[in-house]
């Protein structure tokens, strides 16, 4: 009975510890676009580069898409990320979600993921997005604002809708965002 309550007791543990290595951003459960399954982001993205990108089927920066892939089959295997999350905040999205997806797979071939649509700022911002502005000291302007996280869950900087995902700075970023020494002393 004993060795039960030992091993009971450092299961727990190790469950705490594990909850508390999750950056504060990612612990969120989202669903995934045009899907009724469920991401826990910690438990899907903990230990990854995240770039988090808030997107529109209809704006004139929607064509980033094609970038954002590019920089996601680039860098996938070496641990990063790109997470999309589309928004009708700037009136630029579509209501139906199957909508959404078709433009994001057919016309783009989208194959990171994306989560349901979701608002990016103001007082209704989703809790992700909240977290986000609150690390950066900005919240979105425009779509396809993105937000880059390191391999240690630190934020390291804010990108408006011009900057484009094969932008040499941006680039230089996300390489060392991916780096396994970007730890944050």
Same mark, same amino acid.
């Given at each position: 009975m004993k060795k039960i309550i030992t091993a009971a007791a450092l299961l727990l543990a190790c469950a705490s510890a594990s909850a508390n290595e999750c950056p504060d951003v990612l612990k969120h459960m989202k669903r995934k676009l045009n899907s009724q399954e469920v991401v826990n982001l910690c438990e899907a993205y903990s230990g990854k580069a995240v770039l988090f990108v808030n997107t529109a089927s209809k704006c004139g920066f929607t064509p980033q898409f094609e970038g954002l892939e590019a920089l996601y089959t680039n860098f996938k295997d070496d641990g990063f990320v790109v997470l999309g999350f589309p928004s009708n905040d700037f009136a630029q999205e579509y209501a139906d979600e199957s909508k959404t997806a078709e433009v994001c797979e057919l016309t783009y071939?989208?194959?990171?993921?994306?989560?349901?649509?979701i608002s990016v700022r103001g007082d209704n911002a989703d809790p992700l997005y909240a977290k986000l502005a609150e690390e950066?000291?900005?919240?979105?302007?425009?779509?396809?604002?993105?937000?880059?996280?390191?391999?240690?869950?630190? +934020?390291?900087?804010?990108?408006?809708?011009? $900057?484009?995902?094969?932008?040499?700075?941006?680039?230089?970023? $996300?390489?060392?965002? +991916?780096?396994?020494?970007?730890?944050?002393?």
């Open positions: 071939g989208v194959n990171f993921p994306m989560f349901e649509p950066t000291g900005k919240s979105p302007k425009w779509n396809f604002n993105k937000y880059l996280m390191d391999k240690n869950g630190k +934020i390291l900087a804010h990108y408006g809708s011009r $900057v484009k995902p094969d932008d040499e700075d941006f680039l230089k970023d $996300v390489t060392q965002a +991916i780096a396994p020494d970007s730890a944050s002393e």
